[in-house]
């Protein structure tokens, strides 16, 4: 008789329990769903699957992108798309391109149509080349840690498997053609800057000038850029954003990569006397060589002397950097 009344008890605990459970709403998570594919790859052409120095190749396909804006990377749309070609023989060489996709505040378009052509070249190393990696919203062409981007990159057999969080590994293998070229051709070697050519045109050092340099290269040269910074004397380069990047342009007429360097100016919050001065050159040719000269710090390969390749925003401070020139090497930054 006992045990019949602790069942029933516990029977009656049981339902009563449930009742009260079942009026209390659960907490759902609400999880913001991502596309799991961003962007596919598909109607892949190419005009010729063998070629050699002097043919043209021809090359199309289309991404479809329809939901990429789920993504932070893209929430505004893609403004471009960087493709990275790569020969699979040595010396590796690589071929970089940009293509515009939505204009900036404008609809994101689902679907582009890429069409573009690669010039074949005698230094272009033999075998076969095939595109290795798109690039959405890539920040810096030049490298490739695609930092701030979502990316695909080719892997053979792969049917877009998630990699990490914004990189997919897809097959390209359509897009392989192979170049007649021989090794010995190859060129492996990255553009030279010359030392002994930097030059800063300018009046005075308290204006701005023309900065130039000479650089060589077996093939053709595709970019050369400089970096500038602005120093104050008691707390080196102060913000991150003090780096000022300058495109070189080729001048026929000299022979050398130029481009304007604005005068040093005052803070403009602070009024505190600052001075500009140069701090690397990076220099690239069209197949993917590139190497990078350092003014001044340590574990870089190549450095250049560029002592006097300095401007002032008053002369104060151009007697004090002159009479204690080690303030051009603090390294210390502040954050915003």
Same mark, same amino acid.
């Given at each position: /008789?006992?045990?019949?009344?602790?069942?029933?008890?516990?029977?009656?605990?049981?339902?009563?329990?449930?009742?009260?459970?079942?009026?209390?709403?659960?907490?759902?998570?609400?999880?913001?769903?991502?596309?799991?594919?961003?962007?596919?790859?598909?109607? $892949?052409?190419?005009?010729?699957? &063998?070629?050699?120095?002097?043919?043209?190749?021809?090359?199309?396909?289309?991404?479809?992108?329809?939901?990429?804006?789920?993504?932070?990377?893209? =929430?505004?749309?893609?403004?471009?798309?960087?493709?990275?070609?790569?020969?699979? +023989?040595?010396?590796?060489?690589?071929?970089? /391109?940009?293509?515009?996709?939505?204009?900036?505040?404008?609809?994101?378009?689902?679907?582009?149509?890429?069409?573009?052509?690669? @010039?074949?070249?005698?230094? /272009?190393?033999?075998?076969?080349?095939?595109?290795?990696?798109?690039?959405? &919203?890539?920040?810096?062409?030049?490298?490739?840690?695609?930092?701030?981007?979502?990316?695909?990159?080719?892997?053979?057999?792969?049917?877009? =498997? =998630?990699? %990490?969080?914004?990189?997919?590994? $897809?097959?390209?293998?359509?897009?392989?053609?192979?170049?007649?070229?021989? +090794?010995?051709?190859?060129?492996?070697?990255?553009?030279?800057?010359?030392? %002994?050519?930097?030059?800063?045109?300018?009046?005075?050092?308290? @204006?701005?000038?023309?900065?130039?340099?000479?650089?060589?290269? +077996?093939?053709?040269?595709?970019?050369?850029?400089?970096?500038?910074?602005?120093?104050?004397?008691?707390?080196?380069?102060?913000?991150?954003?003090?780096?000022?990047?300058?495109?070189?342009?080729? &001048?026929?007429?000299?022979?050398?990569?130029?481009?304007?360097?604005?005068?040093?100016? @005052?803070?403009?919050?602070?009024?505190?006397?600052?001075?500009?001065?140069?701090?690397?050159?990076?220099?690239?040719?069209?197949?993917? &060589?590139?190497?990078?000269?350092?003014?001044?710090?340590?574990?870089?390969?190549? @450095?250049?002397?560029?002592?006097?390749?300095?401007?002032? %925003?008053?002369?104060?401070?151009?007697?004090?950097?002159?009479?204690?020139?080690?303030?051009?090497?603090?390294?210390?930054?502040?954050?915003?």
């Amino acid at each position: /008789m006992r045990n019949n009344v602790r069942k029933k008890m516990s029977l009656i605990c049981l339902l009563f329990c449930m009742i009260l459970l079942a009026g209390v709403p659960a907490a759902a998570k609400t999880k913001v769903k991502k596309p799991k594919v961003f962007a596919k790859v598909t109607d $892949v052409k190419i005009s010729k699957k &063998n070629v050699k120095a002097g043919d043209t190749l021809r090359y199309s396909f289309v991404i479809k992108a329809p939901k990429i804006t789920a993504y932070n990377e893209c =929430k505004y749309g893609v403004d471009n798309v960087y493709l990275i070609w790569k020969s699979e +023989k040595t010396p590796k060489q690589e071929i970089k /391109m940009n293509i515009p996709w939505d204009k900036a505040g404008a609809k994101h378009k689902p679907n582009l149509r890429v069409k573009g052509k690669i @010039k074949i070249k005698k230094r /272009m190393t033999g075998g076969n080349w095939k595109l290795t990696g798109i690039y959405f &919203n890539y920040q810096d062409p030049e490298s490739d840690d695609g930092n701030n981007s979502l990316y695909l990159v080719h892997k053979k057999g792969a049917n877009y =498997k =998630k990699i %990490s969080k914004n990189k997919l590994a $897809v097959d390209l293998s359509e897009t392989r053609f192979k170049v007649k070229n021989k +090794k010995v051709d190859a060129d492996k070697d990255a553009p030279v800057v010359e030392e %002994s050519s930097l030059e800063l045109v300018t009046e005075s050092p308290l @204006k701005g000038g023309v900065f130039r340099v000479r650089v060589t290269d +077996k093939s053709q040269i595709k970019s050369v850029q400089c970096v500038w910074e602005n120093r104050t004397i008691e707390e080196g380069i102060r913000y991150r954003d003090d780096y000022e990047k300058y495109t070189m342009n080729y &001048n026929k007429k000299t022979g050398y990569y130029e481009c304007d360097i604005p005068a040093a100016v @005052k803070d403009s919050v602070t009024k505190e006397s600052m001075f500009k001065q140069l701090t690397s050159i990076k220099v690239v040719d069209a197949y993917g &060589n590139q190497a990078e000269y350092y003014t001044y710090g340590q574990n870089h390969d190549k @450095k250049i002397e560029a002592s006097k390749l300095i401007l002032y %925003s008053d002369a104060e401070i151009q007697k004090q950097v002159e009479a204690n020139p080690d303030v051009r090497y603090k390294t210390y930054i502040l954050e915003r």
